[in-house]
């Protein structure tokens, strides 16, 4: 939901800790002139403003719901000189084409300008390669729904997910720097818990861990306390070299 939560008076929601405000979780890769990035996050335009975003290469969808695709419309100026590559697993794709029906829309009256240039593309299982950079699919469970998070050299990136399959952990093997889901302390049925995270970072060998995706529950400086060494919250505009 992102904080402050809309409506919500609680100390986080209202906290002057400007780590304390989350917007929707997005991953933005640079590789050189190389742009590319996860999920168009509700804020998406703020995002893009904030981080200086003059292009993008491509997109890549981890799953359809809200909080990661409904920017989408937002990536319009980057798109006017070329369709936009937009990688996604087959429900997602579907999802898009339903709820952006007007983007693929042949209707007369629905040529030209208002709307972004989009190539929707199914992510093939084993990835692609861009400008030397490789990004590869790694399957998670997000309750019932099977969905992707990305390996990209040595980091992997893993937003909503309560469950990482068996297999998925040959993807992910050697990765150095895990950004993953962590909703709150309590558990939840379709998101990791922050201690269900800490467990899955530990089985994957990552050296350096970040969690996303948290909500109001705790602070950015309360969470600092209750994490162990070298897994940290992450928080808005935070960058990572790797
Ligand atoms: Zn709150
Ligand atoms: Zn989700
Ligand atoms: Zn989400």
Request: with cysteine; aromatic share 6%; proline share 7%.
């Amino acid at each position: 939901m992102g904080s402050p939560v809309v409506g919500c008076s609680c100390r986080v929601c209202r906290s002057r800790n400007p780590k304390d405000t989350r917007s929707r979780a997005s991953l933005l890769v640079k590789k050189r002139n190389l742009s590319i990035l996860i999920d168009t996050s509700t804020e998406f335009r703020l995002q893009a403003i904030r981080e200086g975003i003059t292009h993008l290469d491509a997109v890549f969808y981890t799953h359809s719901h809200a909080d990661h695709l409904h920017g989408l419309d937002d990536i319009r100026p980057l798109t006017k000189d070329h369709p936009m590559p937009v990688y996604a697993g087959e429900t997602t794709m579907s999802d898009i084409k339903k709820r952006f029906d007007y983007i693929f829309s042949t209707k007369p009256g629905h040529k030209g300008g208002g709307r972004p240039k989009i190539e929707l593309l199914p992510m093939p299982s084993e990835g692609v390669t861009i400008q030397g950079l490789s990004i590869v699919p790694v399957p998670v469970f997000h309750g019932d729904m099977r969905i992707y998070g990305y390996r990209l050299g040595d980091l992997a990136y893993i937003t909503d997910c309560s469950r990482i399959p068996e297999e998925s952990y040959n993807v992910l093997k050697g990765v150095n720097k895990l950004i993953i889901g962590a909703l709150r302390k309590r558990p939840h049925p379709t998101h990791f818990s922050i201690d269900e995270a800490i467990a899955e970072a530990k089985k994957t060998g990552a050296e350096y861990t970040w969690l996303t995706h948290l909500c109001h529950d705790h602070s950015h400086d309360e969470l600092l306390e209750m994490l162990p060494n070298k897994i940290e919250p992450a928080y808005d505009g935070l960058c990572i070299s790797v």
